[in-house]
């Protein structure tokens, strides 16, 4: 009886050694928990995908596109395109603030995102527009080209800082 005890103990003692060390984030607000947040969030980001953005990322203007992505791929492919050469640092940890500040590089897509907007208004109107949001045809022409346009675009020379609030939720932090 004792023997088995010891085992038991053993392999719990063991196995919670390695649960500890493990790098997934969890809800716990420290700087490690909230670094591994972080990366798992950038690479759901770089990867789009939604389901690790659901868990790490509370944005209602990331779930609007995420929900139309999920019936629409060429939406899946623009926003890897937009976010699959998004590099970041962390500068700062605030964990009594519950804020992270990071700064963040990415393609430069302002140029490319204002020509974009003024052909599709120059060639739709407003009601027309919202008419071909349906339209996967319609989406695979304008769509790919824009992916292809944001593909060849030049890295931005200096990041940007930005400050994110951490929230704790029952199984891991949230930005």
């Not at 990331?62 to 060429?74: G, V």
Request: hydrophobic fraction near 45%; proline fraction near 1%.
């Amino acid at each position: 009886m004792k023997k088995a005890l010891s085992l038991i103990l053993s392999i719990l003692l063991i196995a919670t050694a390695f649960s500890a060390c493990s790098s997934a984030p969890n809800a716990n607000m420290t700087e490690e928990n909230v670094t591994s947040t972080v990366d798992a969030a950038f690479t759901a980001l770089q990867e789009f995908d939604s389901e690790a953005l659901d868990k790490y990322v509370n944005s209602q203007t990331l779930d609007l596109i995420m929900d139309f992505a999920k019936n629409h791929e060429q939406f899946t492919e623009l926003c890897k395109a937009i976010f699959g050469s998004l590099t970041y640092e962390i500068k700062s940890i605030d964990l009594e603030n519950k804020t992270v500040t990071l700064t963040v590089k990415n393609k430069e897509l302002s140029g490319i995102a204002s020509d974009f907007t003024r052909d599709l208004l120059s060639n739709y109107s407003t009601f027309d527009l919202l008419a071909q949001l349906n339209s996967d045809l319609w989406l695979d022409n304008n769509l790919s080209v824009l992916a292809e346009q944001i593909s060849a675009a030049e890295l931005q020379a200096d990041g940007v800082d930005i400050t994110l609030s951490i929230t704790q939720e029952k199984k891991n932090l949230v930005l």
